[in-house]
Each structure stands twice: as C-alpha cells, then as structure tokens.
Nanobody, 119 residues
Framework: QVQVVESGGGLVQAGGSLRLSCTAS????????VGWFRQAPGKEREGVSC????????YYADSVKGRFTISRDYVQNTLILQMNELRPNDTAMYYC????????????WGQGTQVTVSS
C-alpha cells in the first residue's frame, strides 16, 4: 500500500519561509508523480508543485513560481517543498500526494499540514 505523511507547516510572517517535508512509502516506480496541493477554506484544492519521484519533470503553479522550490532529498528519501517569500494568500492546508499532479486522479493523500502566513 501507499502511505503519505507530510510535516513542516506553521505560522510565519509575510516574507518568511517554511520547509515542508513528505514521506511516501510503497511506491512502485521512480517515475510515479508526486507533489504538493493546498486548500484554503472555501476554495478548491489546488495543485501547487509536482515532480516525479525520480526528481524529473517539475511543475509549479503560476502563483508560486519563483518563490517555491520542489525537490527530492535522496538521503532521507523525502519530498521537499521550500517556500520562500510567503504571502498571506499562501495560507492553506498543504497536502502531499502521490498520483496525478497537478490534476488529481486516483491520488493517495497525506493528512495535511497547516501553513498560516500573517500580514
């Protein structure tokens, strides 16, 4: 089975940074798609950034391009989302997922980690 767990959220001031981490176990291929989604209250879930488990083929939503960086930590075998220059409208529950990205199809989801950016 596939299991996904993310962590690293918190409360930061605008302009600050956070680093999210995700572990994904049970993957059957290095080419499987993984990524980060977010959902703010009253809004639809949005694909933020995507990558293959191998580290290839990155994707960034226009709203985060140039501020966020997705990467793989091959030592700890985790997925990283480095978030810089955070803005209040980045506030959301952030989810790590395995499957289709940035669209969603038969995804496996983590429990979510809250990111709150204050003005």
């Amino acid at each position: 089975q596939v299991q996904v767990v993310e962590s690293g959220g918190g409360l930061v001031q605008a302009g600050g940074s956070l680093r999210l981490s995700c572990t994904a176990s049970g993957l059957t291929s290095a080419s499987v798609r993984v990524g980060w989604f977010r959902q703010a209250p009253g809004k639809e879930r949005e694909g933020v950034s995507c990558i293959n488990w191998s580290g290839a083929n990155t994707y960034y939503a226009d709203s985060v391009k140039g501020r966020f960086t997705i990467s793989r930590d091959y030592v700890q075998n985790t997925l990283i989302l480095q978030m810089n220059e955070l803005r209040p409208n980045d506030t959301a529950m952030y989810y790590c997922a395995v499957g289709d990205c940035p669209t969603m199809r038969d995804n496996y989801w983590g429990q979510g980690t809250q990111v709150t950016v204050s003005s």
